[in-house]
């Protein structure tokens, strides 16, 4: 079992920045996937962006084309942590962000939420305009 808990879900202006954080408790791997989806309200979850590594070594990053440029997905093994840095946040990425982790996913499949076992319990992120 591997257990996700999201942090640094906030309020924030349009045009400022986030950092969410992802920390992994449990059965950690040092070959994993990750990945960031988000649900807006009447929405379904979405892909934000994903990281897939092994060995120590990121093998592949992944982002949706509507953050490619101001979402940067990071990781930190030794603290077991996925990091999401959002900048020129804009209303539209207001959304419950969702952490997501499997051992056995595949990078070139890491856009589906049908590829994690685990899940966080998620973080709100709000942008006003």
């Known amino acids: 079992q591997v257990q996700l808990v999201e942090s640094g879900g906030a309020l924030v202006q349009a045009g400022g920045s986030l950092r969410l954080s992802c920390t992994a408790s449990?059965?950690?791997?040092?070959?994993?996937?990750m990945a960031w989806f988000r649900q807006a309200p009447g929405k379904e979850r979405e892909f934000v962006s994903g990281?897939?590594?092994?060995?120590?070594?990121?093998?592949?990053?992944d982002y949706e084309d509507s953050v490619k440029g101001r979402f940067t997905i990071s990781r930190d093994n030794a603290k077991d942590t996925v990091y999401l840095q959002m900048n020129f946040l804009k209303p539209e990425d207001t959304a419950f962000y969702y952490c997501a982790a499997d051992p056995a996913a595949l990078y070139s499949a890491m856009r589906r939420t049908s590829e994690y076992e685990y899940w966080g319990q998620g973080t709100q992120v709000t942008v006003s305009s």
């Open positions: 990281i897939n590594w092994s060995a120590g070594t990121t093998n592949y990053l």
């Open positions: 449990g059965r950690t791997s040092n070959s994993f996937t």
